[in-house]
């Protein structure tokens, strides 16, 4: 069995496959237990915990609506934008406590956020969107073309495009753009807010293809909310799976993607083969971590 989370009924013989994957590297990102309530009345997060080692990818998944964004926002404090606190807990990066700080404090010292949808400056071209990732770092001409020439190495398709206006792209290359403009921070991590979204199967390949390569060779970790479960499992290293603003299921990526519980309910698949929507909806009420 697989451990589960705080706030949720616990499996007979759990196993802390948290605290062995943490002993492989001192954690980058910590969040304690934290509790989020929009304009004073809604609780949506519930005591959520998790850690992200330094250099690794950890994938917060979860149906929509499961709070995977709102927890990602907590860690950037853009829930003050949307009415939204952090009532309980608290947020540590590299050591250092932050949910205090406000978002360009964040980016400054190394944290930097996609948001969900893209969000490119559509009037702008590509290549200006990208500079805009670069304002807080003060950089010269000649800084900031080496710069975009590490983001262009790994996205060759913006390259490209960089004259174009970001608004007359595809969604694939705006997803591109949205992390290249992060990476411009020179970021040790990126929060990155549903990848796939709307995007084909193949530009989803590429983009997190992207990703993993930007861990193995630049070392920036990723705390990544992704609701396509499989593609999230398979580039993870570990990872946190969230129900109605709990987390109830943790585990190294190859463990959960292993567990029947998550390969019939997340993933559609069980035993017997893919099961039904009717099926599925059964499973819903029966899962053993929500009995």
């Known amino acids: 069995m697989l451990a589960t ?8 013989c759990p196993i802390n496959y948290q605290t062995q994957y943490e002993n492989m590297s001192p954690s980058i ?20 915990s998790l850690s992200v080692p330094r250099g690794k990818i950890v994938a917060l998944m979860g149906a929509n609506g499961a709070g995977k964004s709102t927890t990602l926002k ?35 010292r190394g944290l930097s956020q996609v948001m969900e949808g893209r969000h490119c400056f559509g009037h702008l071209t590509i290549e200006e969107n990208l500079l805009t990732g670069a304002y807080t770092r003060k950089l010269g001409r000649a800084g900031l073309k080496e710069e975009l020439e590490r983001v262009y190495h790994y996205f060759p398709r913006l390259k490209q495009r960089r004259g174009s206006q970001a608004g007359y792209t595809s969604g694939g290359e705006q ?24 995007l084909a199967p193949q530009i989803v390949e590429e983009i ?19 609701q396509n479960t499989t593609i999230a499992l398979r580039y993870a290293d570990f990872g946190y799976i969230l ?49």
């Open 29 to 48: 990102l910590t969040v304690n237990n934290i509790e989020v309530i929009y304009d004073h009345v809604i609780l949506v997060l519930k005591g959520v």
């Open 175 to 198: 997803q591109m753009c949205a992390i290249g403009r992060a990476l411009m921070a020179k970021p040790s991590m990126i929060l990155l807010d549903e990848p796939s979204m709307g």
């Open 208 to 226: 997190f293809g992207i990703v993993q390569d930007l861990n193995k060779t630049e070392q920036v970790s990723f705390l990544l909310a992704e």
């Open 74 to 108: 907590s860690i950037s404090t853009l829930l003050r934008g949307e009415r939204g606190d952090v009532t309980k807990g608290s947020v540590e990066f590299n050591g250092e406590r932050i949910d205090q700080l406000t978002p360009n404090e964040l980016v400054q």
């Open 243 to 291: 129900e109605n603003g709990r987390v109830v299921m943790e585990g190294a990526a190859a463990d959960l993607a292993a567990n029947e519980d998550v390969k019939e309910f997340y993933l559609g698949v069980s035993g017997a083969g893919r099961t039904s929507f009717r099926d599925m909806k059964f499973y819903r009420r029966r899962k053993r971590w929500l009995a």
């Open 5 to 12: 989370g705080s706030g949720a009924h616990r499996n007979p």
